[in-house]
């Protein structure tokens, strides 16, 4: 069974940082594309930063320069480190890997960036 846990969420003011964390397991950790979506209240799930099994990465205009992503091999883990959050990054940040043929989502975690 494919499980993807987020964690590393919470309320940070402005201009602050938060580092997500996603633990895979179930899956070939080493082979496998990793995706960081977000969904804010109201709209549709969007993408936000993807690393490929070799470690290549891309991000989405809105945290381009703010947002980076990485991953550690030896405990199966995807990173998203958050710098500069506004409060247009608020949102529920979800885990996502495609293995198998099948979508597997973690269950997110919220991010709240409020005064």
């Known amino acids: 069974q494919v499980r993807l846990v987020e964690s590393g969420g919470g309320l940070v003011q402005p201009g602050g940082s938060l580092r997500l964390s996603c633990v895979a397991s179930?899956?070939?950790?080493?082979?496998?594309?990793m995706h960081w979506y977000r969904q804010a209240s109201g709209k549709e799930r969007e993408l936000v930063a993807t690393?490929?099994?070799?470690?290549?990465?891309d991000y989405a205009v809105p945290v381009k320069g703010r947002f980076t992503v990485s991953r550690d091999y030896a405990r199966n883990t995807v990173y998203l480190q958050m710098d500069n959050l506004n409060t247009e990054d608020t949102a529920v940040y979800f885990c996502?890997?495609?293995?198998?043929?099948?979508?597997?989502w973690g269950r997110g975690t919220q991010v709240t960036v409020s005064s």
């Open positions: 996502y890997t495609r293995w198998r043929d099948r979508d597997w």
């Open positions: 179930g899956i070939n950790f080493r082979i496998a594309h």
């Open positions: 690393i490929n099994s070799s470690g290549s990465t």
